[in-house]
């Protein structure tokens, strides 16, 4: 037989210098004991070992803590405490000596006590978080999930575990029998643990795993129940073949949650690990998503589940998770219902910041067993706009897009929006206005505004979609917007997923879009031919709206090229995220996201001016690109004025040439139709200027100077003056309407009817339906949750 190999392990016990190792046990600076050990050596045979060379077999037992490998040398580290056998009267001493094994050279035999072992597997130190939750938020009548179900931690204690966790004489710690997530904070209180239902777990060192060492140090309670809460309490296997429990007591002297008691790592052997877990409630969910919100509060809920799951090895569901975010939004932003008696001060504040400010706040009474509260009454709605939003109008071309958009926070609502555009082509929204959902009333408070206040030209154009709120809205004999003061258009958009719920298949709705943006009758008439060869009743579907509302070759220029209302590019790229926020929040990010509008694009207008540039970039490419094409023209002048001309295409342009064209430089007017709509030269009438030695600069429409686009942002924000200062209110508490409130049980409910307008363009790049990073999908992307409950990327 092959000699085993054997080494040393020494042993340190209690003297009069102390001092700490970063586990909190302590040493001594005596020397210590030399045990001999070999690879067939038992757990009992060691601990036999230490006992009789301290000579204390009967009186002290062991309790290893930690083991410790050093590289260096062949010797681990065992840290231990002895404690005095409990008597059969039950008394005990409470004097533990702390023992430990380290690397060294020598030994020396000194007086303890000891008695049975307790064994607590190896493991490593884990770091606390840096993040702690919010356990005594708001909890009011919101769904629980996953109830607490109080669960002593010091049940039948599992074999090898024992009871030797007596405090050190030196520490004035209060150690609770229970664990708790949402107790208070008085020390001395009892706090519940909740028992949890893990199945299977992996042996320590998995994905997903944090692991305890007794001594380790929380700065509050907060804090270590945010760690515990990933493995809070005891397994649901315990006592049925896994110890793994954890217990946490308050040291008063110094403030800090310490472990005081912790068997692992988790080595339970279930069968089956559940897909969700009632401890990984919302709370603890909405502090590790608190990052991922406040950087994009419009972070979709799939992504944030996605990521809870890769995190902590469960997936909670698609409620839980939404409720996470609803009270990180709130922690981040402020309270969803104190927000809306946050607003009347805002208003205040706003129009002391910005005078010219117009805010209209709309309230309804409060009703308590059929009398009137005074102190109190319901939002209704809010519409607001500001000086630079007024002034900027002014400048940006004599359209306005309107529609809405559904609120997504713990309260329902619509956030309507005017939305204008300058002579860049950039969107600009103008007006605003929080209300209780489409409908006629609603459309009707906000168009009286808007048209009161911020569009009074003569002669606008409205594009919207054909909801009946609108209408009616628009119709009223007193609300301004009949024509001539104002005329109506279509967004295509709207009317092609209109269509589209008739007539399915993309090709018949791909003819109408084409026969709408037709600039000339011939050309409607090119595509509409086509489209009765498909299906006579999708031209009689047609047919039934007026030309000039949903066609651009019948409304005589009044569009500028625009046929839908851009509300997605307005909220994707401006309002990005506002509709996720509790609603002082939501009106105060509107009053920021403009003032960093405002500022970007004035400083790019006016560094394009200090170049000598005259006209919008947007222009010069558009001019660029028909100089391009104009080269391929043969032009005949036909009076001596210089105005009016035919150009014959030698080469067909585009989808639909006529082959020629008349071309009216006095009227700037092209049988293309290109003049017209656009109100800039098109290819045919720069060829007439470029024939007739003419500059193409007075053919130009004024709002695609580089003075108005400067005009636009040329009156800026003030910096809003701090909450502190704004003018007191003392009008009655504003709070939400209940009614508006989403439904408390089940997922929540989406606001949006879905239709064909919602289908992905086929030319955009895919997205994935989890991370919405393009290049791969929901099967294939890294951060979907494995089988094991972690990112497959880790």
């Known amino acids: 037989m092959a000699s085993e190999e054997s080494f040393l392990v020494l042993v340190h016990y209690r003297g009069s210098i102390k001092r700490k190792t970063r586990s909190g046990v302590k040493f001594t600076d005596k020397d210590p004991l030399c045990i001999i050990v070999t690879p067939t050596t038992t757990y009992d045979a060691l601990v036999s070992s230490v006992l009789e060379k301290l000579g204390v077999e009967g009186v002290k037992r062991v309790m290893f803590l930690s083991r410790r490998q050093f590289p260096e040398v062949r010797t681990p580290e065992l840290l231990a405490k002895l404690v005095d056998v409990v008597s059969s009267s039950g008394g005990s001493n409470r004097n533990a000596t702390t023992i430990a094994a380290v690397a060294g050279s020598s030994s020396r035999p000194a007086v303890a006590s000891s008695s049975a072992p307790v064994y607590e597997p190896p493991m490593q130190p884990v770091a606390s978080p840096s993040f702690a939750v919010d356990l005594s938020g708001n909890v009011g009548d919101e769904v629980r999930y996953g109830e607490h179900i109080p669960t002593e931690v010091h049940c039948p204690t599992p074999a090898g575990v024992g009871d030797g966790l007596f405090d050190d004489p030196d520490d004035d710690d209060v150690e609770p029998d229970m664990i708790a997530d949402e107790s208070g904070d008085d020390v001395g209180t009892t706090v519940p643990t909740r028992a949890i239902g893990f199945g299977a777990r992996d042996t320590e060192g998995s994905a997903g795993m944090n692991e305890f060492q007794v001594g380790q ?65 919302y709370h603890v969910i909405s502090t590790f998503v608190m990052p991922m919100v406040r950087a994009d509060a419009g972070v979709n809920i799939k ?127 103008v007006a605003f206005a929080l209300v209780e959902g489409e409908n006629a009333e609603s459309w009707s408070f906000f168009l009286s505004h808007l048209r009161e206040h911020v569009t009074p030209q003569l002669g606008l154009l409205v594009i919207s979609d054909r909801h009946n709120g609108i209408k009616a809205a628009l119709e009223a004999p007193d609300g301004g917007w009949l024509p001539p003061a104002a005329y109506r258009a279509f967004c295509i958009r709207h009317v092609a997923a209109n269509f589209a719920l008739t007539f399915k298949g993309k090709d018949a709705r791909r003819l109408l879009v084409n026969a ?212 007191p209110y003392a009008g009655p508490t504003v709070i939400p309407d209940p009614s508006m409130r989403r439904a408390r049980e089940g997922r929540p409910r989406s606001t949006r009817i879905r239709t064909n307008m919602d289908e992905a363009d086929p030319n955009r790049p895919k997205r994935c339906g989890l991370c919405r990073q393009p290049g791969h999908t929901r099967r294939s992307c890294p951060q979907a949750a494995g089988p094991s409950g972690t990112a497959r990327n880790q």
């Open 303 to 429: 992504v944030l589940q996605n990521a809870t799951a890769a995190h902590f090895g469960f997936r909670p569901t698609y409620r839980r998770v939404w409720m996470a975010k609803q009270k990180a939004v709130a922690v981040i932003y402020g309270d969803w219902d104190e927000s809306y008696n946050e607003l009347p001060r805002w208003v205040l504040g706003v129009q002391l910041t910005m005078p010219g400010t117009v805010a209209v706040l709309r309230t309804c009474p409060v009703r308590v067993g059929g009398q009137v509260d005074d102190s109190q009454v319901y939002f209704h709605r809010l519409f607001w706009t500001f000086p630079p939003c007024i002034q900027a109008f002014r400048h940006c071309k004599p359209l306005v897009s309107i529609d809405g958009t559904h609120l997504y926070g713990k309260y329902g609502g619509t956030l309507l929006v005017a939305i204008a555009q300058d002579g860049n082509s950039n969107i600009l929204p």
């Open 516 to 727: 709408a943006y037709a600039k000339t009758e011939v050309e409607f008439d090119y595509w509409f031919d086509i489209l009765r060869s498909e299906n006579p009743a999708m031209c009689d579907w047609a047919n039934r709206i007026e030309y000039s509302l949903w066609t651009q070759h019948c409304d005589e220029g009044r569009r500028f090229g625009h046929m839908t209302t851009n509300i997605s590019e307005c909220v994707n790229s401006i309002l990005k995220g506002v509709r996720n926020l509790p609603v002082c929040s939501l009106v105060k990010a509107t009053y920021g996201r403009l003032a960093e509008l405002f500022v970007r694009k004035g400083r790019e207008a006016e560094a394009q001016m200090g170049t000598g540039q005259q006209f919008s970039q947007y222009l010069v490419k558009c001019i660029e690109a028909n100089l391009r094409t104009a080269r391929h023209f043969t032009v005949t002048v036909y009076d001596r004025d210089n105005s009016e001309y035919t150009v014959a295409e030698t080469t067909p342009t585009g989808s639909f040439s006529l082959g020629t064209y008349r071309v009216s430089l006095g009227s700037k007017t092209c049988d293309c139709g290109y003049f017209q709509a656009l109100h800039f030269p098109c290819p045919h009438a720069l060829a007439c200027c470029a024939y007739s030695r003419l500059t193409w600069q007075p053919y130009v429409h004024e709002v695609y100077q580089l003075s108005s686009v400067f005009g636009v942002y040329q009156m800026g924000f003030a910096p809003p003056i701090p909450e502190g200062f704004w003018p």
């Open 217 to 281: 140090q929380f700065q509050d309670k907060d804090e270590a129940l945010l760690s515990v809460k990933t493995y809070v309490g005891k397994c649901s296997e315990f006592g049925n073949g896994c110890t793994w429990l954890i217990r946490l007591s308050l040291r008063q002297r110094k403030g800090i949650w310490e472990v005081k008691r912790y068997n692992g790592p988790h080595t339970c052997l279930a069968s089956s690990i559940s897909s969700d877990h009632r401890s990984l409630d």
